[in-house]
C-alpha cells in the first residue's frame, strides 16, 4: 500500500515540547523500517499550526489521497493531523468513502474499524479540547498580567522582557537614545524625518535582535510608531481598554499628548530640502523682515554659508550686507559667553533660595494631598462606571469612552504626584540654569546644527541683525552680566526664577525642557560611544 508521511511542528507557544521535524520523521523512519510491503511515495513536512483550517501542505495532501496517490497516511501522532474540528471530520470522511484506507501513528494503534473511528475521532475531540483550553489560558493569564501592569505582548524598542522578574525593565542601550527621540520632537527644532536620520546615521540605532529578525537600523515608520505610542508615558490599550503600566515611562501623559497635538496641527508647512541653523531666529535690523540663509561656492571648490536678509531679491532689495555663517557664531558665542555666573555669586544664589524649601515643602504637602483626594474620587467615579455598565444602563460605546477619558486623567493625576514626590523648589531650576549659563559656550562650540539653534532659541529673543553685527536680547530668566553681578541683580534673578517655578509659567517650563535636552544630547552621544565600543570588543 503508498503511504504519504506527513510531519508538522506549529510556530506557537503550544508546541513548544512537541518533537521537532527532525526528531518526528526519525520516529516515523522506525515505523516504517519495520513494516513490509509500504510504500512512501511522499514525505510532507509543514511548520503551521492546526488550530485552524487552512494548512497549504496538508490540503494538498488530502487532494492527492482523493486522486488515488496514496491511500495512507504515517505521522507520529494523531494531533499531527487535525486540532479543528473541519480537519478531523475530513480525515474521517475520507476513511468512510474508502479513499483514506488506513492511518500508521508512533503513538497510537490505529484499526480501519468502527471502533478504531470512533478512538480517532475522540482523540481528535481532545486535541480540539486541548488547542481552546490553552488558548482560554492564556488568554486569561494575559488579561491578569496586563490588569497588573504589565503589557503581556513584546515590548517595543527601548525596553526589554525580564524573564527573571517578570517585568519590562528599561533597555540599558537604547532607552537613553529612545528618550531623546521625544525630547527632540518637544523641543520643537526636530521633525520625525529628521530624527529619524540623527537615530541612523549619528547614533547607529538598531532594533532588537530576536531570532531571524531584528538587529537593523531603525526605520522611518519604526520611528513614528515610537512617537505615537501611549507606552512610552506609562499606559498601554489591551483588548480595548486603558490599562496604566507599571514599567518606567519616557515622558509624562502631558508631553505625549503635546507631541500628537504637533503631528495634528494643520496648515504645517513642509521643511526645506537645504536646512540652516538659524533661519526663522533672526530679523534684520533695517526692514525688520526674517533674514534667509544660502551657500556659495568659490572657484577653488570651497563652500560658504552665507546669511542676508530675505528683502534681498526684492524690487528694491535691503541694504544690509550678507553675513559669513562664521562671523555670526562668533558674535553668538560672545553673547552665550555673557551669560556666564560667577561662582561667588552662583553660591550666594543658591544658598539663598535653598532657605526657602521649607516653606514650599508645606505647599506641596497641601498639593500632594489634594491630588490624592481627586484620585481616590477617580477612582470610586470608576467603580460607579463600571456598576452602570453591568447594570446596562450605559452602552459598550459610552462606557468604553468615559472609561478611557476617567483612566487617562487618573494616570495624569499619578504623574503629577510622582513629581511632587520630589524636590520641586527654586534652587532646583535656577542650579540647572546656572549649570547651563556656565558651560553653554562649551556645548555651543561642541553641537551639531539642531542643538546650536535650540541653545540659540533657548538663551535669546528679539535677535537682529544689522551692519554685520547680531543684536541679541537674553530671554527671561537669562541675564547678560558685567563683569561682576551686584548684589541688586542676583536678587532680581532669585525673585524672577522663583515666581517662574511658582506659577508653572509655559515658557519657563520650556526653556528647563530645551536645557534638559541640550544637555541630554551629551548622554546621547556616551550612549553611542558606548555602544559602538561594545560592537568592536565583539566583532559585529
Not at 513548544?16 to 522506525?30: A, G, M, T
Not at 463600571?386 to 477619558?405: A, G, I, N, P
Not at 524672577?496 to 544630547?521: C, G, H, P, W, Y
Request: net charge positive.
Amino acid at each position: 500500500m503508498k503511504y504519504f508521511i506527513y510531519c508538522r511542528k506549529s510556530t506557537e507557544s503550544e508546541d513548544r515540547q512537541i518533537l521537532s521535524l527532525d526528531s518526528q520523521q526519525s520516529e516515523v523512519d522506525k515505523l516504517v523500517a519495520g513494516v513490509p510491503d509500504l510504500e512512501v511515495v511522499h514525505i510532507y513536512r509543514e511548520s503551521q499550526s492546526a488550530k485552524k483550517p487552512g494548512r497549504p501542505i496538508f490540503d494538498l495532501m488530502l487532494t492527492r489521497i482523493e486522486r488515488g496517490d496514496a491511500q495512507g497516511i504515517i505521522a507520529w501522532n494523531p494531533d499531527r493531523l487535525a486540532r479543528n474540528a473541519l480537519d478531523g471530520a475530513r480525515i474521517i470522511d475520507s476513511l468512510d468513502r474508502g479513499r483514506l484506507k488506513n492511518l500508521k501513528f508512533c503513538t497510537f494503534s490505529f484499526e480501519n474499524s468502527p471502533q478504531g473511528k470512533l478512538m480517532l475521532f475522540t482523540l481528535f475531540g481532545f486535541s480540539k479540547y486541548y488547542v481552546d483550553s490553552l488558548s482560554e489560558n492564556i488568554k486569561r493569564g494575559n488579561r491578569t498580567k496586563a490588569e497588573r501592569g504589565w503589557r503581556p505582548s513584546r515590548p517595543p524598542i527601548g525596553y526589554l522582557h525580564d524573564p527573571i522578574a517578570k517585568a519590562i525593565v528599561p533597555d540599558p542601550e537604547r532607552f537613553d537614545l529612545v528618550r531623546q527621540m521625544f525630547r527632540l520632537v518637544l523641543s520643537g527644532t526636530h521633525t520625525p524625518r529628521s530624527i529619524h536620520r540623527m537615530a541612523k546615521m549619528e547614533w547607529g540605532l538598531r532594533t532588537l535582535k530576536r531570532k531571524s529578525q531584528g538587529g537593523a537600523l531603525i526605520h522611518l515608520s519604526a520611528v513614528n510608531k515610537v512617537l505615537r505610542n501611549p507606552f512610552y508615558a506609562g499606559v498601554f490599550i489591551w483588548e480595548g481598554r486603558t490599562m496604566v503600566g507599571r514599567h518606567e515611562p519616557m515622558l509624562t501623559l502631558q508631553d505625549f499628548d503635546r507631541i500628537q497635538t504637533l503631528f495634528r496641527r494643520p496648515g504645517q508647512r513642509r521643511p526645506n530640502k537645504k536646512a540652516f541653523a538659524y533661519t526663522g531666529l533672526i530679523r534684520c535690523g533695517s526692514c525688520g523682515l526674517s533674514i534667509t540663509a544660502e551657500t556659495k561656492r568659490n572657484k577653488y571648490g570651497s563652500v560658504y554659508t552665507y546669511y542676508h536678509c530675505t528683502r534681498s531679491r526684492y524690487e528694491t532689495p535691503c541694504a544690509e550686507r550678507y553675513v559669513q555663517a562664521e562671523s555670526l557664531e562668533r558674535q553668538m558665542v560672545a553673547f552665550l559667553d555673557s551669560l556666564r555666573i560667577a561662582p561667588k555669586a552662583a553660591k550666594w544664589l543658591t544658598a539663598t533660595l535653598g532657605g526657602q524649601a521649607t516653606i514650599r515643602s508645606n505647599e506641596r504637602e497641601s498639593q500632594r494631598t489634594s491630588i490624592q483626594s481627586s484620585v481616590r474620587a477617580l477612582d470610586k467615579e470608576l467603580d460607579t462606571l463600571t456598576d452602570l455598565r453591568v447594570r446596562s444602563l450605559l452602552t459598550d460605546e459610552e462606557f468604553t469612552r468615559k472609561r478611557l477619558e476617567l483612566t487617562r486623567l487618573r494616570v495624569t493625576l499619578g504623574q503629577q504626584l510622582e513629581e511632587l514626590s520630589g524636590e520641586r523648589d527654586a534652587s532646583e531650576p535656577l542650579r540647572t540654569l546656572i549649570s547651563f549659563s556656565n558651560q553653554a559656550v562649551e556645548l555651543f562650540n561642541g553641537a551639531d546644527d539642531s542643538l546650536k539653534r535650540l541653545l540659540l532659541k533657548t538663551t535669546s529673543s528679539n535677535s537682529t541683525l544689522r551692519d554685520r553685527i547680531l543684536n541679541i536680547q537674553a530671554r527671561k530668566p537669562f541675564v547678560q552680566w558685567g563683569k561682576e553681578p551686584t548684589n541688586t541683580e542676583l536678587r532680581r534673578l532669585g525673585v524672577d526664577v522663583r515666581t517662574l517655578v511658582e506659577s508653572n509659567d509655559k515658557d519657563f517650563l520650556d526653556i528647563i525642557a530645551n536645557i534638559r535636552t541640550i544637555l541630554s544630547s551629551s548622554v546621547a552621544r556616551d550612549v553611542v560611544a558606548e555602544m559602538r565600543q561594545r560592537r568592536a570588543k565583539s566583532g559585529c
